[in-house]
T-cell receptor, first 114, second 113 residues
């Protein structure tokens, strides 16, 4: 069964610092990969997705992620954190086929300190 | 273009009752999925509907059931509610050709007492 692991349930950075949120997937076949953001008491907003077109994927709000097959990783980065980036971030994967169920990691709470 | 909408936003039920949650898919989207997100956890896949047929189900008991209508709106029904059913229920829709990309609604927060 496919699984997604997010290293670090809580990441704290200073405003203006680099944001790095880690995600590893387990799959013999590279899946579709996604990062979603969830603000308090809201649903999930799609940040970016990897669908095999390019290994470096740019998303909204200045975020980007790099797919590394050799490391089975899809880490999310942003060069300079903003206070508004404080939220929960989820990495997700789907292999497609008969259906497109998303398998999510447990999430990483990002705190941005002034 | 309107996004995915869900109703109600919040709901309180007692153990043993039944509940129906509703979802309106984004315009042009014919695939809808439902997820359960317990507090402090990532969403868990419940099931997916495509053209009014269930085409995938997660590890949830039969008392979780769903429907998709011709206009692609959807319902999630849960019978015999248990305390552990308390969670945020998320609906997501996707469009033909990019079914892997799912867009989520704001969710329905269900509390079972």
């Amino acid at each position: 069964a496919q699984s997604v692991t997010q290293l670090g349930s809580h990441v704290s950075v200073s405003e203006g610092a680099l944001v790095l949120l880690r995600c590893n997937y387990s799959s013999s076949v590279p899946p579709y990969l996604f990062w979603y953001v969830q603000y308090p008491n809201q649903g999930l907003q799609l940040l970016l997705k990897y669908t095999s077109a390019a290994t470096l994927v740019k998303g909204i709000n200045g975020f980007e992620a790099e797919f590394k097959k050799s490391e089975t990783s899809f880490h999310l980065t942003k060069p300079s954190a903003h206070m508004s980036d404080a939220a929960e971030y989820f990495c997700a994967a789907t292999k497609g086929g008969s259906n497109y169920k998303l398998t999510f990691g447990k999430g990483t709470l990002l705190t941005v300190n002034p | 273009e309107t996004g995915v909408t869900q109703s109600p936003t919040h709901l309180i039920k007692t153990r043993g009752q039944q509940v129906t949650l509703r979802c309106s898919s984004q315009s042009g989207h014919n695939t809808v999925s439902w997820y359960q997100q317990a507090l402090g956890q990532g969403p868990q896949f419940i099931f997916q509907y495509y053209r009014e047929e269930e085409n995938g189900r997660g590890n949830f008991p039969p008392r979780f059931s769903g429907l998709q209508f011709p206009n692609y709106s959807s319902e999630l029904n849960v019978n015999a509610l248990e305390l552990d059913d308390s969670a945020l229920y998320l609906c997501a829709s996707s469009q033909p050709g990019t079914e892997e990309t799912q867009y989520f609604g704001p969710g329905t927060r269900l509390l079972v007492l």
